[in-house]
Structures are given as structure tokens and as C-alpha cells.
């Protein structure tokens, strides 16, 4: 167990539609990624935020947008999705910048 | 940029083989590098790193060593078992303009039968 939280394991849903998964890094944990895995394109980075900012920015689509909370946790929220948009999405959690990554589970999403 | 280029697999060995997954990396400044398994219907787990040149990682019977002349940081595991079926990633961290991000691999799927 990393000890990074991510819900919903899994989710399915339409085209066009709108979900949020949620992420809890661990504790103490100031920096927070995410990352999208695909069977065609691997694993690729999408955002990172540090402390409530945003600190680097990735491949991320512009109808995908990500924040992290005084809490430190951090919501990625993928809008018109598409089927394309079928992946597993990973968050990820550091102490500060330049630490070792941990990964959370991952959340499974399905668009039908 | 960063990036990492890992043998492409699939890689199937037989237990008690030997294994290699070779690994190397372009990047500025000095990177850390990682390997990262994926276990069938799980997450991500960091299963070793190296943070300078030179350094050995080791964990679970694997090992990698950092090696800046050759840029490269193979994964390597004397006598595999079933159980080390999986997927693993080689992944770098090479700070930059405030940028810690993980750049990885393809990843390499290795089966092990028993």
C-alpha cells in the first residue's frame, strides 16, 4: 500500500458526459501528479501540482482540468469525454520536489 | 527533452532464468532513475531507484546500477519466479525550471512460466 488514495477504482460512462476522480496523497505529501495510462500511448504525465499550485503541465487536453485543495488533496475532472478518453488514470504523491513518486491504484474509466 | 527507451518486450522466461530488461535515458542535468512494476490489475509500485552516478538499486532480488558513461540503468534479476510476472517501467526524474516530473519507458512485459 503507497499509501496515495485514489476513488473510484472504476467508473464507466457515456460520451459527452462528465466525471471527477478524486485523490488523497499521503500523508505530509506537498506534490501531487497525474498521469493517464493508454494501450496506445503508455504512460504519460498530464499535471502536477505543488502545495495548491500548479507546477508543471503535460500532455492534458483542454477538456481535462485538475486542482488541488488546502487539504491537499486533488480532483482531475474530465468533461465531453470520449471514447478515446478510456484509460487508467493515476495519481501520484511526493514529499516536495526532487522525492521518489508513489503511485496510487489507479482509477479505471470506461467510456461507452 | 527527457526520455527513457526500454527493450520492448514481451519477454517470457522460464522460473529460475535469468533476466535483463535493458534501459537508457537522455537527459539534462543529473536525473534520478527508477524502475516501476505493474502488477496484472494493479497500480504502480516503485520497486528501485538510484539517485547518482554509480549508485546500485536493489529490492525483491532486482538490481540496476546508474551508469552515466553508458546512460543506462538495466534491471536485472538472477532467478526469476512466476510470481515476478508483470509489467515494469524504467522512469527518470530530471529536475528542471521547477518540472519533478516522471518521464517513462514503454515498459516491458515480462511472463515467467513455471
Known amino acids: 500500500d503507497s499509501g496515495v488514495t485514489q476513488t473510484p477504482k472504476h467508473l464507466i460512462t457515456a460520451t459527452g458526459q462528465r466525471v471527477t476522480l478524486r485523490c488523497s496523497p499521503r500523508?505530509?505529501?506537498?506534490?501531487v501528479y497525474w498521469y493517464q495510462q493508454s494501450l496506445d500511448q503508455g504512460l504519460q504525465f498530464l499535471i502536477q501540482y505543488y502545495n495548491g499550485e500548479e507546477r508543471a503541465k503535460g500532455n492534458i487536453l483542454e477538456r481535462f482540468s485538475a486542482q488541488q485543495f488546502p487539504d491537499l488533496h486533488s480532483e482531475l475532472n474530465l468533461s465531453s469525454l470520449e471514447l478515446g478518453d478510456s484509460a487508467l488514470y493515476f495519481c501520484a504523491s511526493s514529499v516536495t520536489d526532487g522525492n521518489t513518486i508513489y503511485f496510487g491504484e489507479g482509477s479505471w474509466l470506461t467510456v461507452v | 527533452g527527457n526520455s527513457v527507451t526500454q527493450m520492448e518486450g514481451p519477454v517470457t522466461l522460464s522460473e529460475e532464468a535469468f533476466l535483463t530488461i535493458n534501459c537508457t535515458y537522455t537527459a539534462t542535468g543529473y536525473p534520478s532513475l527508477f524502475w516501476y512494476v505493474q502488477y496484472p490489475g494493479e497500480g504502480l509500485q516503485l520497486l528501485l531507484k538510484a539517485t547518482k552516478a554509480d549508485d546500485k538499486g536493489s529490492n525483491k532480488g532486482f538490481e540496476a546500477t546508474y551508469r552515466k558513461e553508458t546512460t543506462s540503468f538495466h534491471l536485472e534479476k538472477g532467478s526469476v519466479q512466476v510470481s515476478d510476472s508483470a509489467v515494469y517501467f524504467c522512469?527518470?526524474?530530471?529536475?528542471?525550471?521547477?518540472?519533478?516530473?516522471?518521464?517513462f519507458g514503454a515498459g516491458t512485459t515480462v511472463t515467467v512460466r513455471a
Open positions: 522512469a527518470l526524474s530530471a529536475p528542471g525550471r521547477d518540472d519533478y516530473k516522471l518521464s
Open positions: 500523508s505530509g505529501d506537498l506534490s
